[in-house]
């Protein structure tokens, strides 16, 4: 396969070969690690794969919204890609400030909620993130959702005990 094929960088590559440039590290010159990368850009994170990503996106987004609504709790869901969020507060954080205002007893238990529930997400922040892989279905969505309604219903107005 020429340097051209593997989308069009040649020149840098050529750059590279010729000793303009030395490209050194732990996994760049690794041959599994560059067959890997080369089947994850080729084979894994196909278009079909980012459309069920964002398929998935949207039903989790719009499944824990309803959560949120049901219960009547003062949250968001933000989303970007594969990534998403809860956010436990009223208005959009545009800041550093709005951030340190997020109340973080929420997002505690609702990572709490969500670990014992089987879903992992980043550990004991203000605002838990999740990341949607090419891996998950619609059952991990699911799971998903039904762990955040257990976290609503426990968490919603006038169920402090």
């Excluded at 067959?35 to 459309?51: I, K, N, S």
């Excluded at 594969?82 to 208005?91: D, H």
């Excluded at 609702?110 to 993130?129: D, M, R, S, T």
């Amino acid at each position: 396969m020429s340097v051209a094929a593997v989308g069009g960088t040649d020149q840098t590559m050529a750059h590279v070969a010729s000793g303009g440039y030395e490209m050194v590290g732990t996994f760049n010159g690794n041959p599994l690690a560059m067959a890997a990368t080369r089947a994850m850009l080729t084979e894994v994170a196909t278009p079909e794969a980012y459309g069920n990503i964002e398929r998935l996106r949207q039903r989790a987004a719009t499944g824990i919204e309803a959560a949120i609504m049901t219960n009547g709790l003062t949250a968001h869901v933000v989303t970007a890609g594969a990534k998403g969020c809860v956010v436990f507060s009223a208005e959009p954080v545009t800041n550093y400030r709005g951030f340190l205002g997020v109340d973080d007893r929420y997002s505690h238990a609702h990572w709490l909620i969500q670990h014992n529930g089987g879903v992992f997400l980043p550990p004991w922040g203000k605002i838990e993130q999740w990341l949607i892989s090419v891996q998950h279905n619609d059952a991990d969505i699911d799971r998903l959702i039904e762990n955040f309604s257990v976290f609503a219903r426990a968490a919603a107005p006038g169920t402090e005990g």
